[in-house]
Each structure stands twice: as C-alpha cells, then as structure tokens.
C-alpha cells in the first residue's frame, strides 16, 4: 500500500514563510518524479512545483517561480516545499503527488495522491 504523508501547512501572514514535507511509504521512492499541486475552493487542482527522481531539474508554476523551492531527500523518502514571500493568492490546499518515471505538470500523469494540508496566507 502507497501513501503519501504531507505535513507543514498552517495560518501565515503575508510576506511569511512555511516549509511543507510529504513522507512516502509502502515502497522506495528513488525513481519517483515528485510533485506538488494545490486546490484553492471552487478551483481546479494546479500544479506547483515536480522534482525528478535525482533531485535535479526542478520545474515550477510561473505564480510561485523564485518564491517556492521543491527539493527531496531520497534516503528519507521525503519531499520539501519551501514556501517564501508567500501571498494570500497562495492560500490552498496543497497535496504530494507521485509518478514513476518522469516529472509532469499535469495531474492526470500522477498515480499516487496524499490527503493535503492546509495553507493559508492572510492579507
């Protein structure tokens, strides 16, 4: 059984910062692509941010380009979402998703989901 863990969401005031993390279980995650979408309501589910399974070449939404950082470490089966200058236009939930192979932005190319965590950024 898969699962996805994500933790470090929270209330944040505008200009804070917040560092999300998705702990994977059930298998080795080292040829993973990992990703990062989020869902503000009545929106559709968007992508964030997709690392590859080596840790390199990071791909992020142009909206959180230079303020999000996605990084992994592969020992701990764990992925990062650092989250700087953050903006209430970020408040969402945000989920961990995970694919085999490589990184895509689209959520239909991803197998495995977590539940979410909340973010909110208030003004």
């Known amino acids: 059984q898969v699962q996805l863990a994500e933790s470090g969401g929270g209330l944040v005031q505008a200009g804070g910062s917040l560092r999300l993390s998705c702990t994977a279980s059930?298998?080795?995650?080292?040829?993973?692509?990992m990703a990062w979408f989020r869902q503000a309501p009545g929106k559709e589910r968007e992508f964030v941010a997709t690392?590859?399974?080596?840790?390199?070449?990071?791909n992020y939404a142009d909206s959180v380009n230079g303020r999000f950082t996605i990084s992994r470490n592969s020992a701990k089966n764990t992925v990062y979402l650092e989250m700087n200058s953050l903006k209430p236009e970020d408040t969402a939930v945000y989920y961990c998703?995970?694919?085999?192979?490589?990184?895509?932005?689209?959520?239909?190319?991803?197998?495995?989901w977590g539940q979410g965590t909340q973010v909110t950024v208030s003004s």
């Open positions: 998703a995970a694919r085999y192979g490589a990184r895509a932005v689209n959520t239909r190319a991803y197998d495995y």
């Open positions: 059930g298998r080795t995650f080292s040829s993973y692509a």
């Open positions: 690392i590859n399974w080596s840790g390199s070449t990071p």
